[in-house]
């Protein structure tokens, strides 16, 4: 009788270890109220130079890099460009583009862009949106979608458009405008 009540008692618990251990894996994460932020910087791009923005990493063998071939099919380049507040070069800078700029177009020139866009001012700062996404580089219009981020912008999802303002084939320099609309958390 003893016995039999003892084993019992061990059933007992060891199914609230089991039942807690079930409930921890299942710690429900709080997300909060979802909101909308717009954000409008400008990307400044420059390809010459003493310090590039964007280096081209690898290249398909035989293939020509240059200024009337900019990207041909299999070339990868590596990016770190300046955000800033205005169109102006010279204007503050509030984050910077970091990540992968992939060419994958046959025909014509298409990249494919993996890039973290992280703020390093106001009240985004420390906070990141991440974009994967396809990105027809010549045309003046494009979109590009935000898969997540980082920060206030974590589980954010959402799209960029992008008007190039300005571009001098001859110094390489780009400036493409970004409004992003961004669904997040915090
Ligand atoms: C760029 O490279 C291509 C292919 O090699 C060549 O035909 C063209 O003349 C080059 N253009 C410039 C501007 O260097
Ligand atoms: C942004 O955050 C970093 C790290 O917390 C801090 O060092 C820096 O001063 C902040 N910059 C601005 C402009 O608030
Ligand atoms: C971005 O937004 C501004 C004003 O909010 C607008 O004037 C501009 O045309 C927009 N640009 C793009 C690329 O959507
Ligand atoms: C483009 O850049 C070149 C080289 O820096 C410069 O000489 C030229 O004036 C620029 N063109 C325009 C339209 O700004």
Known sequence: ??????????????????????????????????????????????LNGDHPTTVLVAKPKGTTVNASNLAPFGAVSVLDTPLTEGQDPNSKVVGQAQGLSVSVG?????????????????????????????NPILETDRELAIVGGRGKFRMARGFVNLHRN?????????????????????
């Open 106 to 134: 046959q025909d014509k020139p298409m990249s494919v862009f993996m890039v973290d866009f992280g703020f390093t001012s106001g009240e985004f700062n420390g906070s990141s949106i991440s974009v994967l996404s396809r």
């Open 166 to 186: 300005y571009i001098n084939v001859t110094s390489g320099v780009v400036i493409v405008e970004h409004n992003v609309t961004v669904f997040h958390y915090e």
């Open 1 to 46: 009788m003893n016995n039999r009540r003892m084993k019992n008692g061990i059933l007992l618990l060891l199914l609230l270890f089991v039942l807690t251990l079930i409930s921890l894996g299942h710690a429900h994460y709080s997300l909060g109220k979802e909101k909308v932020t717009h954000l409008r910087f400008f990307y400044q791009e420059n």
